[in-house]
């Protein structure tokens, strides 16, 4: 067992708390929800990156490379200026939802590099300009940019093309659970020597004016490089610095005169270190060298090619020459960080792949974040304080009273969406689960909560809407996860949390039969289910139309739901066979579903349409015959990922569930021929229940193999690419509609931000239809061969073909021939220079075409399945066709 596995061990038994402390503070604060108290619900315009750095905030922090403890009590991050800037860096740049061309979009340079479980060591790099920072520019180009437009970034200003930059590596190692030493590493890469201002920044979060906390935790001085941070809960810390720098203070207080043009209740402001240093202001720092925020400035001459290093020490208690061991505490940290990632990376032998999932780990391991959000506390106001508009009462998610979250939790990206996601959480846990699978079981049960789910079952979506429906993945997530640790540990599997999540799931699942199925046909709705823009139309509000739609991907992805709930059963059923009866409700509606799907309330009216041999959804107008919406997009594929193949060992105990099955097969013949044949075992005993039986699985594969459609040189596509030039058209009352494949970013307002499902490969669809393939190669043990690509007359299995898919994947972040990734484009600066070539970037979807990654840039989160895909392609044997040439590379 390696030491950093041995800290994990410690810190789930309560002997440690090795994750007290971690990195997580948000990236971005500002514009969320939660500080949004405008009567209109205009977040990202009510608290703006300008007003940032004198707004106290009331729900969480943010900042640059920063920690915190795991309540965001005390917070730590880094701030730098050039000396030309007109506001210090201490939090990231980014075009709002509204300013951005395609959304929002940060506008730095940062890359997180290392970090494991524990958080006892973990690295991260931040790019600074020398140069004055291109705020303006990125404004002023974004604004001019149209949807047809590529989005306007950093290094396209050319402020990185002389090399005029700081690279800043950050830092942290744990001695002890609450010994721990921070390094800034600054290193010149211009030509000239150049100045640089660095603050390691300490503060508390503001708790003391909600009437919780009432006593006010300080910051003093202690000697000329020391200071303590002192709050009746958590007693002292003591903070050394190396060198001699200048440790101002103020207060964690809004400047409400800049920024309301109202009176100042406070004298020393958050914004008072701001304006020392880029104005030498000192009249709003405290004389006193007291308060609740405050920096060791250090005003540093870097020499050109060189580099100077910034280090402190967060301690308990006061020691003798606290950073003599330093140095040592951050190599021998860094030396378990390696060793705990040689045993998790021991299959993957090529370098290259190494790093790539190494750094996709790192983001993972960095985008934890503490979330609070008490949305009764939100709606109506903290006691004695300024009440929010009226308006809110009846608005954002004003029916979700009950939600209290005050957690860490994984974040899809921490500046774009640093709030949870449901459905992006799931697909988080899954390679989350090959680091420290507790993390990854704990997340997946928060969710379930009692003051997380609705009392009606459902779950929350995210913060932006609580009430939008994501798809159901988190009781795949659940199985998934269950597996991993199950095999991690010898074969045995964690009952309770099965069992618990198990429970709560039936009611999500009972949610979605209630209200998703609300003529209990079990043809599913569902709206949006974060595929909303592959449609012609808001998927949403199809009751503008005077219709309803019969979604094929929401029936589909709750006859998987199905299949999973069938699954955790049965696994269930090894420690109480009570649960075979659960087996045979999920089992039932499953068939219910596939009949369903092929004729709608004994209409004839199928999703399955026979002359195109694929799945589309069905729109019932008032008064008029159905219309069959013939989109070739992934809605039609998704039927794929209902499937799963249960050994027989798994029920052959199971007397109950075997006779409710053969009964159900004998009675209802028409539902059993829907389904792959139960009746007939496959390879090693395996049965098989999937909505697609061979001819229609052989139908929508080949479509979606075929490269003129939805395989891209990089995974499967959003959307076929037939529709470039052949673009899906319907009149509805009166009104024409159309959809047409866009391969990268939206070409189109319609549904508001950056609608972007019309031909990008997304990893959680990618990495569902991988998995797909393989349950269904388990069954045919490697006897079920089709055309990869279509018309290529080359025949391969199934399992091959998931592998390919997976390569296509990875390549993705891959160097070519020509020593460039396609994430990067023809962006000759990331590609080639020594300091940025082995940086990656886990982008939240990717050019259909070129690979180009697209949207948000450190959405880790569900590309973090890069990691999983790694793992998997390098632990299997394979004769994929070009696996050897990229093991070589």
């Known amino acids: ?52 750095r004198s707004k106290a905030y009331r729900w969480g922090e943010e900042g640059i490379g920063g920690i915190s403890d795991h309540k965001q009590k005390l917070c730590i991050a880094w701030a730098f200026w050039n000396g030309k800037d007109p506001l210090i860096k201490e939090r990231y740049f980014g075009m709002t939802g509204n300013q951005g061309n395609h959304g929002e979009d940060v506008k730095e340079l940062y890359y997180y590099l290392d970090s494991s479980p524990t958080h ?28 047809k437009d590529r989005e306007y970034e950093l290094i396209d200003t050319g402020v990185f093309d002389e090399d005029a930059y700081f690279d800043i590596f950050i830092e942290y190692a744990k001695e002890n659970d609450e010994d721990i030493v921070g390094k800034a590493t600054i290193h010149n890469r211009g030509h000239e020597d150049a100045e640089l201002c660095v603050m390691p920044t300490i503060w508390f979060r503001k708790t003391w004016f909600t009437g919780d906390e009432p006593f006010m935790p300080n910051l003093s001085m202690i000697s000329d490089n020391r200071l303590k941070a002192y709050s009746p809960k958590s007693g002292n810390y003591i903070f050394s610095f190396n060198e001699q720098p200048k440790i101002v203070f103020c207060d964690n207080e809004t400047n409400r005169e800049r920024l309301y043009h109202i009176g100042n209740q406070k004298k020393y402001l958050k914004d008072a270190i701001n304006d020392y240093v880029v104005h030498g202001d000192e009249k709003h720092l405290n004389p006193n060298l007291t308060g609740t925020k405050a920096a060791a400035v250090y005003k540093l001459q870097v020499p050109a090619g060189g580099s100077v290093e910034v280090v402190f020490r967060m301690q308990h208690f006061e020691t003798e020459n606290p950073l003599a061991g330093a140095e040592e505490i951050l190599n021998n940290r860094k030396h378990d960080t390696d060793e705990f990632y040689a045993e998790i990376q021991s299959g993957v032998k090529n370098e290259e792949l190494k790093l790539i999932q190494r750094q996709a780990y790192a983001g993972m391991m960095w985008t934890k974040q503490f979330y609070y959000y008490n949305v009764e506390r939100w709606l109506e106001g903290d006691p004695g304080r300024y009440q929010p508009p009226q308006e809110r009462k009846s608005g954002r998610n004003s029916n979700w009273r009950h939600l209290q979250n005050y957690d860490i939790i994984s974040m899809p990206d921490k500046w774009e969406y640093p709030w949870y996601a449901a459905w992006d959480l799931a697909f988080h846990c899954i390679p989350l689960a090959r680091l420290d699978s507790g993390f990854a079981k704990d997340q997946l049960l928060l969710l379930l909560n009692d003051w ?40 045995q599997g964690d009952q309770e949390y099965l069992e618990r999540a198990f429970h709560k799931l039936i009611l999500n699942f009972t949610w979605w039969v209630n209200q998703k199925d ?155 021929a829907l389904v792959s044949n139960w009746i007939h075992p496959g390879y090693d005993k395996r049965r098989l229940f999937s909505l697609l039986r061979g001819h229609r ?193």
């Open 120 to 147: 006892s060591y973990m690295k991260m790099l931040y790019k600074y300009p020398q140069n004055e920072f291109p705020y303006q520019n990125l404004y002023d180009e974004n604004l001019v940019r149209g949807k």
């Open 697 to 889: 699985m052989k139908s929508v594969l080949k479509i979606m193999l075929d490269e003129s459609e939805f395989l891209s040189p990089y995974g499967i596509r959003s959307m076929s690419k037939d529709h470039e030039n052949n673009p899906y058209s319907i009149k509805l009352n009166g009104n024409v509609f159309s959809v047409k494949y866009a391969p990268g970013e939206s070409e189109t307002t319609m549904f508001g931000g950056n609608s972007n499902w019309r031909g990008p490969i997304w990893f959680p669809i990618n990495y569902l239809i991988i998995e797909s393939l393989k349950k269904f190669d388990f069954y045919y043990g490697g006897n079920f061969s089709i055309e990869y690509p279509t018309g290529s007359g080359n025949f391969l299995t199934l399992d091959l073909i998931a592998k390919e898919l997976s390569l296509r994947c990875i390549r993705l972040f891959l160097k070519d021939k020509s020593g460039k990734r396609p994430i990067y484009e023809n962006c000759d600066k990331l590609q080639h220079d020594p300091h940025f070539q082995d940086l990656i970037l886990f982008y939240e979807y990717f050019h259909g075409d070129n690979g180009r990654g697209l949207g948000a840039s450190h959405q880790t989160g569900w590309t973090g399945l890069v990691a999983e895909m790694i793992h998997k392609v390098s632990k299997e044997t394979t004769h994929a066709s070009n696996v050897n040439t990229l093991f070589r590379s």
């Open 1 to 52: 067992m390696t030491i950093e596995n041995i800290r994990l061990k410690e810190d789930r038994e309560r002997v440690r708390h090795w994750k007290k402390w971690g990195p997580y503070l948000g990236d971005r604060q500002w514009g969320t929800v939660r500080e949004d108290y405008s009567p209109d619900g205009a977040a990202w315009e009510n608290v703006t990156h300008e007003d940032a």
């Open 452 to 491: 997380y789910m609705h009392p009606n079952g459902q779950i929350p979506a995210y913060e932006w809407n609580f009430n939008d429906v994501n798809p159901p993945v988190h009781a795949y997530a659940v199985q998934r996860v269950y597996q991993i640790d199950k095999k991690r540990h010898g074969g």
């Open 518 to 672: 609300d003529e209990g046909k079990n043809i599913f709705e569902g709206g949006f289910l974060g595929l909303d823009n592959i449609s012609v139309f808001d998927r949403s509000h199809a009751d503008k139309l005077f219709g309803k739609l019969e979604q094929a991907d929401a029936t589909s992805w709750m006859a998987m739901f199905c299949l999973n709930m069938l699954r955790i059963s049965l696994d269930l059923c090894e420690f109480n066979k009570v649960y075979q009866y659960t087996a045979t409700k999920f089992m039932e509606h499953f068939l219910y579903i596939a009949g369903a799907m092929n004729n709608i309330s004994g209409g004839n009216i199928s999703l399955w349409n026979e002359e195109d041999q694929f799945f589309y959804d069905v729109l019932h107008l008032s008064g008029k015959n159905p219309k069959v919406m013939k989109v070739k997009s992934i809605v039609g594929i998704i039927p794929l990922f209902a499937v799963e193949p249960i050994r027989e060992e798994l029920f052959e105990n199971l007397p109950e569930f075997k006779k409710r099955l053969e009964f159900f097969f004998k009675e209802k013949p028409k539902l059993a």
